[in-house]
């Protein structure tokens, strides 16, 4: 079935330090992979992408890596930044439309 | 480019009652647009898929005379929870893709805060 899931739950990084999280999704053919990121009763925000025909992109502080063969992704935050603190989701589509989100992580950074 | 506009931000009602929100791209056409589900310190949950036109498809578990979902144009979809009750109390989010293809980013609307007393 459709399935994405997300590791850890909660995680807290000293201003400055990586944060680094991971999601492993079930179905082979997904092909688009989204992180967004969600402040405290706000709507949820794409801060990066990436599609299966690239293994690695990178936007100034935020970087995500693909690995189609283990089929998991994973979301690089550096110099991370009090106003990095929200929560994080990861997302698959699963060759359709539709988008199925990983559980969330909750990430703090310790001023 | 590629903004959803949700209303209303937040709304308080009635066990029994029915509460309509309402879902618009506001600078791109929508064929599709999903509606999503989200208690507190949860996921989204995927709730249905509105189409322009045609009748919603509803995820697995998700009550479709409960959650009604009208999308007459390709600007807006709406979703009307019926005969709310406390346990539907949640924050709904809609989305819609700014492009087509299955590889693009969802964008999501502001959110509607439901809670039924």
């Known amino acids: 079935g459709e399935n994405v899931e997300q590791h850890p739950s909660t995680l807290s990084v000293q201003e400055g330090d990586s944060a680094v999280i991971k999601c492993t999704y079930s179905?082979?053919?997904?092909?688009?992979f989204p992180w967004y990121k969600q402040e405290l009763g706000k709507r949820p925000q794409l801060i990066i992408d990436?599609?299966?025909?690239?293994g690695e992109k990178k936007d100034q502080r935020i970087a995500v890596t693909l690995n189609k063969t283990a089929k998991h992704f994973s979301l690089h935050i550096t110099e991370t930044q009090p106003e990095d603190s929200a929560v994080y989701f990861c997302a698959a589509n699963f060759g359709n439309e539709k988008l199925t989100f990983g559980t969330g992580t909750r990430l703090t950074i310790i001023p | 480019g590629a903004v959803v506009s949700q209303h209303p931000s937040w709304v308080i009602c009635k066990s029994g009652t029915s509460v309509k929100i309402e879902c618009r791209s506001l600078d791109f056409q929508a064929t599709t647009m999903f509606w999503y589900r989200q208690f507190p310190k949860q996921s989204l949950m995927l709730m249905a898929t509105?189409?322009?036109?045609?009748?919603?498809?509803?995820e697995q578990g998700v009550e479709k005379d409960k959650f009604l979902i009208n999308h007459a144009s390709l600007t807006l979809s709406t979703l009307t929870v019926t005969s709310a009750h406390p346990e539907d109390s949640s924050f709904y989010i809609c989305?819609?893709?700014?492009?087509?293809?299955?590889?693009?980013?969802?964008?999501f609307g502001n959110g509607t805060r439901l809670t039924v007393t």
């Open positions: 989305s819609a893709r700014g492009s087509s293809g299955f590889d693009s980013p969802l964008h």
């Open positions: 990436i599609r299966s025909n690239v």
């Open positions: 179905d082979s053919a997904s092909n688009y």
């Open positions: 509105s189409n322009e036109g045609s009748k919603a498809t509803y």
